[in-house]
């Protein structure tokens, strides 16, 4: 059934934790061009549930709005960060191993492609890096770096000084209507759609998800959301603060008991999002099991009716960690399936495990 434009935009909403640009968005959609949208990643060890399953479940509401989607493979990217060690053999594997997880949870594969930095970042790529460079101090650029208000100013490479420069010529080069990325690329995206004008270029629309919060989030008080969403955000370098999407269920099952769920609170609680951002994404109704006990199961049919209840300490920690891991590990079961009976993402996930 066609979705009218003002139906597309509300499925948009469901993926914007905040829209810059929502009523040219809506002008958009009813102008009835295709309209795409883009978002860069870094390919870098293995990739966790906000990367994988996370990113699939956004995409998809993208693609049902009418929205092609493209995937800025940002291989030189992860170069200049040096991942990896700078090794762009070990990087390319690697960014074929998202690409397999993706296929393994559920991605509408058929209205997303895939494109390699390296082989897109031509001569007019360069030049425009270059013009946003010349019409920005190095003041204005170094704050849209993700790592800008941690402390790490002193430690910016060269590279980095100019990679929101790169970032901004990605968006450009893709010729896309949206920039769909999360809460911690804000910064870059304002600065898109700042320079544009002066660029002689239409000024993207930017759409930006939520980020899905460590198992053991960081305090970020006094931050700018952007810097905030930073700060809480799951990190690959501290293995017990992400749930990746080929953890065994007993690796799952032992993160999700020793995540931060402090009874009755709602603020910065990571458990109850993963209930809110993926369980129920694709669960309509959930069973909290309980020893007779304690009251026997409950059920819930949608997200506010649990956490109300997670509120009113009617559901303890203990259980909503449970019921969390239980249904976590229903939806990575067909990813681990895949990279065990597959023999190329089987070989692949093994070699990016040697990387580690």
């Given at each position: 059934?066609?979705?009218?434009?003002?139906?597309?935009?509300?499925?948009?909403?469901?993926?914007?934790?905040?829209?810059?640009?929502?009523?040219?968005?809506?002008?958009?959609?009813?102008?009835?061009?295709?309209?795409?949208?883009?978002?860069?990643?870094?390919?870098?060890?293995?990739?966790?549930?906000?990367?994988?399953?996370?990113?699939?479940?956004?995409?998809?509401?993208?693609?049902?709005?009418?929205?092609?989607?493209?995937?800025?493979?940002?291989?030189?990217?992860?170069?200049?960060?040096?991942?990896?060690?700078?090794?762009?053999?070990?990087?390319?594997?690697?960014?074929?191993?998202?690409?397999?997880?993706?296929?393994?949870?559920?991605?509408?594969?058929?209205?997303?492609?895939?494109?390699?930095?390296?082989?897109?970042?031509?001569?007019?790529?360069?030049?425009?890096?270059?013009?946003?460079?010349?019409?920005?101090?190095?003041?204005?650029?170094?704050?849209?770096?993700?790592?800008?208000?941690?402390?790490?100013?002193?430690?910016?490479?060269?590279?980095?000084?100019?990679?929101?420069?790169?970032?901004?010529?990605?968006?450009?080069?893709?010729?896309?209507?949206?920039?769909?990325?999360?809460?911690?690329?804000?910064?870059?995206?304002?600065?898109?759609?700042?320079?544009?004008?002066?660029?002689?270029?239409?000024?993207?629309?930017?759409?930006?998800?939520?980020?899905?919060?460590?198992?053991?989030?960081?305090?970020?008080?006094?931050?700018?959301?952007?810097?905030?969403?930073?700060?809480?955000?799951?990190?690959?370098?501290?293995?017990?603060?992400?749930?990746f999407m080929t953890d065994s269920k007993e690796e799952v099952e032992?993160?999700?008991?020793?995540?931060?769920?402090?009874?009755?609170?709602?603020?910065?609680?990571?458990?109850?999002?993963?209930?809110?951002?993926?369980?129920?994404?694709?669960?309509?109704?959930?069973?909290?099991?309980?020893?007779?006990?304690?009251?026997?199961?409950?059920?819930?049919?949608?997200?506010?009716?649990?956490?109300?209840?997670?509120?009113?300490?009617?559901?303890?920690?203990?259980?909503?960690?449970?019921?969390?891991?239980?249904?976590?590990?229903?939806?990575?079961?067909?990813?681990?399936?895949?990279?065990?009976?597959?023999?190329?993402?089987?070989?692949?996930?093994?070699?990016?495990?040697?990387?580690?």
């Amino acid at each position: 059934m066609k979705l009218s434009p003002e139906e597309r935009l509300n499925l948009i909403r469901e993926v914007g934790e905040e829209i810059i640009g929502e009523e040219e968005l809506l002008e958009l959609l009813k102008s009835g061009k295709q309209l795409s949208a883009y978002d860069g990643f870094e390919p870098s060890g293995r990739i966790h549930i906000a990367q994988g399953l996370l990113r699939a479940l956004t995409v998809n509401k993208l693609t049902k709005a009418g929205v092609h989607f493209k995937f800025w493979v940002a291989d030189w990217f992860a170069l200049m960060n040096n991942k990896l060690d700078g090794d762009l053999e070990k990087i390319r594997a690697v960014g074929e191993y998202f690409i397999e997880v993706w296929k393994a949870c559920g991605m509408d594969m058929e209205h997303v492609e895939f494109l390699w930095a390296s082989e897109h970042m031509d001569q007019e790529y360069w030049l425009r890096v270059i013009r946003i460079g010349r019409l920005n101090t190095v003041t204005r650029i170094t704050r849209c770096s993700q790592i800008m208000g941690r402390g790490e100013k002193e430690t910016l490479s060269a590279a980095q000084i100019f990679y929101p420069c790169m970032q901004c010529s990605d968006i450009f080069q893709l010729k896309v209507d949206i920039a769909q990325l999360g809460m911690d690329q804000r910064k870059v995206n304002v600065l898109a759609r700042e320079i544009a004008p002066k660029l002689g270029l239409t000024k993207p629309v930017a759409v930006h998800h939520h980020m899905l919060m460590s198992l053991q989030p960081e305090q970020a008080e006094g931050l700018t959301a952007a810097d905030a969403a930073i700060a809480k955000k799951m990190s690959k370098s501290k293995p017990d603060s992400a749930v990746f999407m080929t953890d065994s269920k007993e690796e799952v099952e032992r993160k999700f008991k020793k995540a931060y769920c402090p009874e009755g609170e709602l603020k910065d609680n990571p458990v109850l999002e993963y209930f809110r951002y993926i369980i129920f994404e694709r669960f309509p109704k959930i069973t909290i099991e309980r020893p007779d006990k304690f009251g026997g199961n409950l059920e819930f049919s949608g997200y506010k009716e649990l956490e109300a209840a997670f509120a009113a300490k009617r559901v303890h920690p203990v259980d909503l960690k449970n019921a969390a891991a239980k249904y976590i590990n229903e939806l990575l079961e067909p990813v681990r399936k895949h990279f065990s009976e597959n023999k190329k993402a089987k070989a692949l996930l093994e070699r990016v495990q040697e990387f580690s």
